[in-house]
């Protein structure tokens, strides 16, 4: 099924800050001369076509408290990386858990994103990971300044 324009207009307007307000499809529709019922429909319509894969809240991380984060890069074998993967991606305080194709002299594999409140937490996290995932040789990357931080932007604001 092919996107219209009023399609386009509501991935546009989900893309950006959506009102933090009991009923935020009422002020988007009326931006685009609709109903709630119609746009709650069309969204619902782009999920089950597979147009529209997941949309969710984005935390402010810092704003909320979690002011402590790092990469931790992880030196998986093959044949541990999948089932520690899953492992790490369970744990809420990690935003992002990739496996990546690297160069075979730099071994770090595994990436995750850990957030924790303070730099003690933050350390008792990784070693709590560390434990759960039964890997043991990883590097932790501390954020010192965020120089870009945007959502991939599928439909032009």
């Not at 690297?102 to 409140?117: I, Q, S």
């Amino acid at each position: 099924m092919k996107l219209d324009n009023i399609d386009r207009e509501i991935i546009r307007l989900l893309q950006s800050d959506i009102p933090l307000e009991t009923r935020p499809f009422v002020r988007l529709a009326q931006q685009l001369g609709i109903t709630e019922s119609d746009i709650v429909a069309r969204i619902e319509a782009m999920r089950t076509n597979g147009q529209l894969r997941r949309w969710g809240a984005v935390l402010r991380h810092h704003q909320a408290g979690y002011t402590a984060n790092a990469m931790v890069a992880w030196r998986a074998k093959p044949e541990q990386a999948d089932q520690a993967g899953e492992i790490m991606a369970a744990f809420k305080e990690i935003s992002h858990c990739y496996l990546r194709q690297v160069p075979e002299d730099f071994g770090y594999n595994l990436f995750t994103m850990v957030h924790a409140r303070s730099a003690a937490e933050l350390e008792a996290l990784i070693s709590q990971i560390s434990l759960r995932s039964g890997l043991s040789d990883y590097a932790v990357i501390a954020s010192l300044q965020e120089l870009k931080k945007v959502s991939v932007q599928y439909v032009e604001l």
